[in-house]
C-alpha cells in the first residue's frame, strides 16, 4: 500500500505575500529506494514550469523549483513531482526544504526571484497522516514543547508512542509515553521527537538544554 504524508504549508503573519506561493506539499514511497515529493503551488497570474534541482545532504532534503510567468489573468494552479533518491524503510528523519522561485527562458536554473519557502520535518518509515506544522484542529496531537527544554514534556492524558532521534537523524530511543516525559538522562542539544497514536504522527524538533 502506498504511503503518503500530506505537508499543508501554514504563512506567518510576518510572511510577506507573494505571486507564486506554495499550497501543499505530499510525499509518497514510490520504490525501495525513493520517495516522490508531490508539490502544489497556485499564483495569481497564468505560470509554467521552467525547472529544478534537489540535493540530498545527511538528513536534509533541498528543492528548488523554477517557474516562468505566463499571460492571462486567470488564477493557476501546477503539481510537479519530484523523486528523492532515499531509502523510505529506513528509520530516520528528514528536514525537507523547499523554495519556488520566478525565473525567465534566459536565466539559467541558479539565480531567481524567490517567491515562497517553506521547511519542515518528515521520519521514515513513512506512516499515514503525519502533520509536520504547527497544531491545528484536524491533529490530534495538539499540545506545544517549550524549545529550549529542559527534560520534562506535558502531553496530557494521551496515550502515544515516542521515538526518539539525534540530530543526525538516527534514532536513538523508543518508549510508550503517557501524561509526562523525562528525557533529561539525554546529552543537551537537538532531538527529533516523533510522536504517534492510532489516529496520527507528528516529528518535531526538540532542544534540550538542561
Known amino acids: ?24 506539499i505530499r510525499i509518497s514511497e514510490i520504490s525501495s529506494g525513493a520517495i516522490n515529493v508531490s508539490l502544489d503551488t497556485e499564483a495569481t497570474e497564468l505560470y509554467y514550469f521552467h ?18 510567468e505566463g499571460f492571462g489573468s486567470t488564477i493557476a494552479y501546477l503539481n510537479n513531482n519530484f523523486e528523492i533518491p532515499i ?21 539559467l ?13 518528515f521520519s521514515t518509515p513513512l506512516s499515514a497522516p503525519t502533520f509536520l506544522t504547527n497544531p491545528s484542529e484536524d491533529n490530534p496531537i495538539n499540545f506545544k514543547v ?3 527544554n529542559p527534560g ?10 515516542l521515538d526518539i532521534f539525534d540530530d543526525s ?16 538522562h539525554l546529552p ?17 524538533p526538540v532542544f534540550l538544554k538542561k
Open 1 to 24: 500500500m502506498k504511503k503518503n504524508i500530506v505537508l499543508f504549508a501554514i504563512m506567518t503573519a510576518s510572511q510577506l505575500s507573494f505571486a507564486l506561493e506554495i499550497h501543499q
Open 51 to 68: 525547472s529544478s534541482r534537489s540535493q540530498v545532504s545527511g538528513n536534509t532534503i533541498t528543492i528548488e523549483a523554477f517557474y516562468i
Open 87 to 107: 531509502n523510505p524503510k529506513r528509520r530516520m528523519v528528514y528536514q525537507l526544504k523547499v523554495r519556488v522561485f520566478y525565473t525567465t527562458l534566459r536565466v
Open 109 to 121: 536554473p541558479n539565480s531567481g526571484n524567490l517567491q515562497d519557502q517553506w521547511a519542515g520535518y
Open 146 to 148: 517549550q524549545n529550549p
Open 152 to 161: 520534562f514534556i506535558n502531553i496530557g492524558s494521551q496515550k502515544m508512542t
Open 169 to 184: 537523524g538516527k534514532i536513538i530511543e523508543t518508549q510508550k509515553i503517557q501524561e509526562n516525559i523525562d528525557f533529561s
Open 188 to 204: 543537551d542539544g537537538l532531538y527529533y521527537f516523533r510522536f504517534g497514536n492510532e489516529n496520527a504522527y507528528k516529528t518535531i
